[in-house]
């Protein structure tokens, strides 16, 4: 398989490519990233020489580079992850989420449908989120007919890709398939997301800063185990489907960041509760007998210790989340290629 991941050299994707990397070791991987803020080459420092992997730096919004890159690779299968994905940036200013999350897949979908139907004749797999569903009561959990009720500028952007998906895999019949996945934690995830932002705080005897009363409730899936559920979707997924994804981890906020501080042996007077962000959804919880039942897919991070392990992953890569932190993670990718 000829398959190009974009967003590749953010968390889940620079996962992802490492996971296929792995499984698959066959495949002609290309990575196309954009390298924002949340691209990190040096997530890839490990597969790069692998000889059917390929790094192109671009815009998914950029029709003139996709036509160029799916035409020159003679991509079969597209796993798209590009997007602004953090709900606190999409807050203070939303442009940069529409372009990339709606505009960069539209494109995508037009070079597919009008220009590219033989070289792209396998699965188009849009990653997306639990958020688009919005936020739940005190019980129940979200399936994939749920109804769309995004409440950030972040989830919006992104029900609207899946939505333009969807209308064009039943208008065209283009092979689309979308993702739902719950909240993602494990290695290589930036500090600005909460448990490694909290890992980081504790680690330098920082505050700890909660949103509100610290009892918003998430499900928590450990990123390995999401990236095994799209590889399994990509090959044995239906067309035209919707997949929900999560382990059955729901944690309040305030109890994940007591479990950090106590694997770290921090006091929680670290704790500090801040003022709320506008529109915090309470609650999210996922619904996966779908993918269970159809794929076979099981998750095989028990939470606790797959935290244990991410927490030793960042105390034992301080030097990785220091340089993000300072901004000079970004002088990788011009040593790596910009000076050769």
Known sequence: ?????????????????????????????????A????GNLENLEDVEQHPGYRFVKGDVADAALMRTVLEEHTIDAIVNF??????????????????TNIVGINVVLELIKGH???????????????????????SG??????????NSPYAASKAAADLLALAYAHTFGLPVIITRCSNNYGPHQLPE??????IANAIENKPLPVYGDGLHVRDWIHVEDHCAAI??????????????IGAGNERTNLDVVRLILAQLGKPESLITFVKDRPGHDRRYAIDATKLRRELRWEPKHDFERGLAETITWYREHEAWWRRIVSGEYREYYRKQYEER
Do not use: C, W
Request: proline content about 5%; cysteine-free.
């Open 141 to 150: 959990a979200f399936t994939e007919f749920s109804p769309l009720h995004p």
């Open 193 to 198: 997301k909460l448990i490694p932002l909290m």
């Open 82 to 99: 590009a997007a602004e994905s953090h709900v606190d940036r999409s807050i203070m200013g939303a442009s940069e989420f529409v372009r």
């Open 231 to 244: 590889d399994r979707i990509l090959h044995n997924g239906r067309t035209g489907e919707i997949y929900n």
């Open 35 to 38: 390298l924002t803020y949340a």
């Open 1 to 33: 398989m000829n398959l190009l991941i974009t967003g590749g050299a953010g968390f889940i994707g620079s996962n992802f490519v490492r996971y296929m990397v792995r499984e698959h070791p066959d495949y002609r991987i290309v990575n196309l990233d």
């Open 116 to 138: 590219l139907p033989r070289q792209v004749g396998g699965r188009f797999v849009q990653i997306s989120t639990d958020e688009v569903y919005g936020s739940l009561e005190r």
